[in-house]
């Protein structure tokens, strides 16, 4: 039985993961892993997982593989996606050698992982860029660079939900946040390149504006054509576009009602502050995370055979109807767990955690 180091990367990764299934010291002594085996032997009543069985093997067969096994693969990009996610939550906090040295590691260990690798990349741009302690000192300037700075490092499935998010926060007082974007955008060129998007839609929210509401002038002026003549085809044609409305119409409700509802919780208005309207970068990084694996559960569920998980287009229509805020980050996920392994539904304390974040979904929870 041995578990000494290995100078093959992919032999590395191997110990590694056979390691954290036994609880064990990446370098654990021979006598350890033995230990360790006949303990968690005794803990499964001799009846061990698929991956202690595996972990087993890798650390007791001199021949070890020299290539992760499926279960093992899956448990290592699910490790690594999660240390992606930490270290951008703390890209902005860290020094520029320390970022730039940590983003390297974590690029090396995810070659094997062509979603994570790409992930990486498009970070690269910002490890240079100024983190929060070299900010802009005016106010403004530097609340819209914290902005800018979180939804760099938000995914990029998730970032467009963010960016919308900001911009209606801000839309009250856009005069001074278009100022704030011009200024930034003169006097700090590496962190304006971090979303010139956002400020290009803060710079030009008037002209934007002015044009959106001239063109919905025209449409409204312009006579919609129908063909009443095909039975029914004009009401089709409403009907195929009525969908589009009641979406647009709940959206809009949702976000009333949220912001209706924060301002109600006290009796008296809040003071006014120069950070009024503006989110919390604390408060942003939450939200991302929730959103992040809410959207890594959807994307499973569409890429997953249908035959995986038997009631999974409910499943998803649910999660597609619900807030990132309806499960904590637990919940999300052990759901994300059970969509990519639905086998741990055998387990009836797993089957009986799934019913309840079921029905927490549908609003019964």
Known sequence: MSNSPASDPNETALVQWANRQLGLDEHAAPDSVRAAVRERLAEDDFLPSLRRQHAVQLLCRADRPKVLPPVALEDEEQRLREEIDDFAAEFFQQDCLVRRRRWRELQRQCQP????????????????????????????????AEHLQALFVTRPAVRPGLRRMLL??????????????????????????????????????????????KGRRQRIATPVESSSGSGGGGSSGGGQYGWVVVLVVVALLRILASGVGSSNRGSDPPARSVNSGMLSTQKTQEILKLL??????????????????????????????????????????????????????DDPLDRSRYERIREKLKGRG
Not at 194 to 205: E, K, N, T, V
Not at 298 to 327: F, G, K, V
Request: proline letters at 11%; charged letters at 25%.
């Open 292 to 345: 992040v694996v809410q959207s890594d559960v959807l994307t499973e569920l569409r890429t997953a055979p249908p035959d995986r998980l038997p009631d999974a287009a409910q499943l998803r229509d649910e999660i597609s109807a619900a807030y990132s805020s309806a499960l904590t980050m637990d919940e999300w996920q052990f759901l994300l767990s059970v969509v990519k392994a639905p086998a741990r539904l």
């Open 113 to 144: 992982f062509p979603p994570l690798a790409a992930r990486l990349a498009a970070l690269e741009p910002g490890l240079n860029v100024p983190g929060v302690d070299e900010l802009p000192p005016e106010p403004d300037t530097r609340e819209l």
């Open 168 to 213: 209606g926060k801000l839309e009250p007082e856009i005069d001074r946040w278009s100022a704030a974007a011009v200024h930034l955008r003169e006097r700090e060129p590496p962190l304006a390149a971090l979303d010139g998007r956002f400020l290009d839609q803060l710079a030009h929210w008037k002209q934007n504006k002015k044009l959106q509401q």
